[in-house]
């Protein structure tokens, strides 16, 4: 019997050996470190071109490991994200219908009144959502002092109905930032896009630095931020690892990590771009996954085009969170019963709310928060 349990211990050692030697890749190498390590900011653009680069299969399991000991692996938030100034932008981003530059049969529309916007965030919230975002097609919040103070108000007002709050509403100044700390505000979005790099290729209107001065002020104020990217512009793989670079070697992370597929829409410069495949995702969801690990990736824009199946595939990769509704700004989602019956069948537990705060750096405390208030425009 002896002679037996020798001669099966054999191959299984050997087996181990192999096993260990698949297991070296870029991808198992960051994942153990995150875990061991913790949150790192000093990544190098080669480190986590090494991950992305990694063997899909690989890059998942690993990336898996790191989501389950950074979070309840089958927790995933319900946030709801309603256009609440739709069309008639000065930009010129490649990708969005609500340009004025562009023909795409989107009708510009005035701010929305608030018994609209309550009563559709109300709506959202019996439906399971615990985070709503505004969004309105500006450049940027200046000379917009009687519709930016409404939005303050709709901010205290949904705070109020126990959900978090993001806005999404163009480049910030510092003050304005500090209103909608006062405010209430949960999170501001402000996606960089694509690498520095590409970047100038799908916008001319904004720059790179303008963007990241708006996180910065989001950051400095004490609000969470919200900040991911775009696949599908006609980048190369390049420049995704080098969004994520970016993002990942900010002074502090941001909390929210949305990573969009491109809804192509007809009329816009980038309506013949081929749909991005799954596998495109999932390699952006775990490498965000691993270098950002206490970040919420959010599985956003273009889920519509995926199956029940592949959109496991991006919850087991690291997403942990998904909007639901009919439409995501202007462009179409998924169905709220299809939503339904995959938490159901996959698992998935909706995540509460989160009101744990950061406190704001010195310079930024409550006391200059009233002189800065008083003095936006």
Not at 106 to 129: C, H, I, P, Y
Not at 251 to 263: F, R
Request: hydrophobic residues 40%.
């Amino acid at each position: 019997m002896m002679w037996i349990m020798r001669s099966i211990r054999r191959p299984l050692g050997q087996f181990q050996v192999a096993a260990a030697s698949f297991s070296s890749s870029a991808a198992a190498v960051e994942a153990e470190r995150s875990i061991r390590e913790g949150v790192r900011n000093d990544w190098r653009r080669e480190e986590i071109k090494s991950i992305y680069d990694s063997p899909i299969l690989d890059l998942l399991f690993h990336a898996a490991q790191v989501h389950r000991h950074a979070h309840n692996f089958r927790e995933v938030q319900q946030c709801t994200l309603l256009s609440i100034k739709t069309g008639g932008c000065s930009e010129d981003c490649s990708y969005c219908p609500q340009s004025s530059r562009y023909s795409t049969g989107l009708k510009a529309q005035k701010l929305m009144n608030e018994d609209a916007v309550l009563e559709a965030a109300r709506k959202a919230k019996e439906a399971g959502s615990t985070r709503f975002c505004m969004g309105a097609a500006w450049r940027d919040t200046v000379g917009r002092k009687t519709n930016f103070n409404q939005i303050l108000e709709y901010v205290k007002e949904i705070r109020d109905m126990g959900m978090e709050v993001c806005c999404t509403l163009g480049m910030l100044e510092k003050q304005q930032a500090l209103e909608l700390k006062k405010a209430g505000l949960t999170a501001y979005n402000h996606n960089l896009d694509t690498s520095r790099e590409f970047y100038p290729n799908i916008i001319t209107t904004r720059t790179y630095d303008e963007r990241l001065q708006t996180l910065e002020y989001v950051r400095d104020a004490g609000i969470n931020v919200c900040s991911g990217g775009i696949i599908g512009l006609g980048e190369a793989e390049e420049d995704r690892v080098g969004l994520l670079h970016t993002l990942a070697t900010l002074p502090i992370h941001p909390e929210s990590v949305p990573i969009n597929a491109l809804v192509a829409v007809k009329g816009t410069p980038l309506q013949d771009q081929k749909p991005v495949e799954i596998w495109e995702m999932i390699r952006m969801i775990a490498t965000a996954r691993i270098v950002m690990p206490k970040a919420m990736v959010r599985l956003s824009a273009g889920r519509v085009r995926f199956s029940m199946p592949e959109q496991a595939l991006c919850f087991l990769a690291g997403a942990n969170s998904i909007f639901t509704g009919e439409k995501l700004l202007t462009t179409q989602n998924n169905d709220y019963d299809a939503d339904q019956t995959m938490f159901k069948l996959l698992g998935l537990i909706p995540k509460a709310p989160d009101f744990s705060e950061r406190p704001a750096p010195k310079e930024f405390e409550p006391e200059n928060t009233e002189v800065a208030a008083a003095s936006s425009g």
